[in-house]
T-cell receptor, first 115, second 113 residues
Framework: DTGVSQDPRHKITKRGQNVTFRCDPISEHNRLYWYRQTLGQGPEFLTYFQNEAQLEKSRLLSDRFSAERPKGSFSTLEIQRTEQGDSAMYLC?????????????FGQGTRLTVV | DQQVKQNSPSLSVQEGRISILNCDYTNSMFDYFLWYKKYPAEGPTFLISISSIKDKNEDGRFTVFLNKSAKHLSLHIVPSQPGDSAVYFCAASASDNTGKLIFGQGTTLQVKP
C-alpha cells in the first residue's frame, strides 16, 4: 500500500510528558502537512514542508510543538510538556507540487489523549 | 474567523434520493475547493474538487457546484446510498500555492435505507 501512514494510531500520555508522532507520506509526494482536529471541528492547519524545508507554521503551533522532515521523506511531530488541551486527532497529509492544484491525501491520524 | 463554513451540522436523506451539502466561504483568495469524506477513526478521504475557473465538476454520483459571486459551493450526491453516511468536509485553498487547506466544520450525512 502506498498511502499516507501514521504511527501510532493512538497515544495516551500523562500531562507534562513528551510525545512524538511519525508520518510517512506517499513516496513521490514532496509536500507534507500536519493538521489537528478536535471534536466537532474540521481539521486545522499546523505546518507544512516542501521536501525538507518547513515553509509555514500556524499560530496554533506553540513553542511546545516542533516538526521535522529531515530527509524530505518521513516527518515527525513532537509535543513537549503535553497539556490536556493538546488532546486531539493529529492528521498528516501529503501532496505533489507538480500541478497548480492538487488534492492532499490524508493518513488515518494519531489520536492523542492527555490525562 | 471561520473562513469556510458549513452551517448544517447534520443531514438525513432517504436511500436513492439526492443529498445536497452546502458550504460558504469568505476569502476571495480561495481558488480551489475540495470535498472530503470522513468515517469515524479514519482520516479524511478526498472525494471531488473544483477550480475557481469552473462552476461545475462531476464524478459519477458526485457533483460539485461553485457560485463564486455568492461564495458558495455545494456537493450533490445522487442517488444517495447508505454507504455514503459519513462526515463531509468542505475545504478551500488559496492562490498562494502552498496547498494549505482551510476546512469547514463538517456535515454529518445519514442515508437511511
Amino acid at each position: 500500500d502506498t498511502g499516507v501512514s501514521q504511527d501510532p494510531r493512538h497515544k495516551i500520555t500523562k500531562r507534562g510528558q513528551n510525545v512524538t508522532f511519525r508520518c510517512d507520506p506517499i513516496s513521490e509526494h514532496n509536500r507534507l502537512y500536519w493538521y489537528r482536529q478536535t471534536l466537532g471541528q474540521g481539521p486545522e492547519f499546523l505546518t507544512y514542508f516542501q521536501n525538507e524545508a518547513q515553509l509555514e507554521k500556524s499560530r496554533l503551533l506553540s513553542d511546545r510543538f516542533s516538526a521535522e522532515r529531515p530527509k524530505g521523506s518521513f516527518s515527525t511531530l513532537e509535543i513537549q510538556r503535553t497539556e490536556q488541551g493538546d488532546s486531539a486527532m493529529y492528521l498528516c497529509a501529503s501532496s505533489s507540487r507538480g500541478r497548480m492544484n492538487t488534492e492532499a491525501f490524508f493518513g488515518q491520524g494519531t489520536r492523542l489523549t492527555v490525562v | 474567523d471561520q473562513q469556510v463554513k458549513q452551517n448544517s451540522p447534520s443531514l438525513s436523506v432517504q436511500e436513492g434520493r439526492i443529498s445536497i451539502l452546502n458550504c460558504d466561504y469568505t476569502n476571495s483568495m480561495f481558488d480551489y475547493f475540495l470535498w472530503y469524506k470522513k468515517y469515524p477513526a479514519e482520516g479524511p478521504t478526498f472525494l471531488i474538487s473544483i477550480s475557481s475557473i469552473k462552476d461545475k465538476n462531476e464524478d459519477g454520483r458526485f457533483t460539485v457546484f461553485l457560485n463564486k459571486s455568492a461564495k458558495h459551493l455545494s456537493l450533490h450526491i445522487v442517488p444517495s446510498q447508505p454507504g455514503d453516511s459519513a462526515v463531509y468536509f468542505c475545504a478551500a485553498s488559496a492562490s498562494d500555492n502552498t496547498g494549505k487547506l482551510i476546512f469547514g466544520q463538517g456535515t454529518t450525512l445519514q442515508v437511511k435505507p
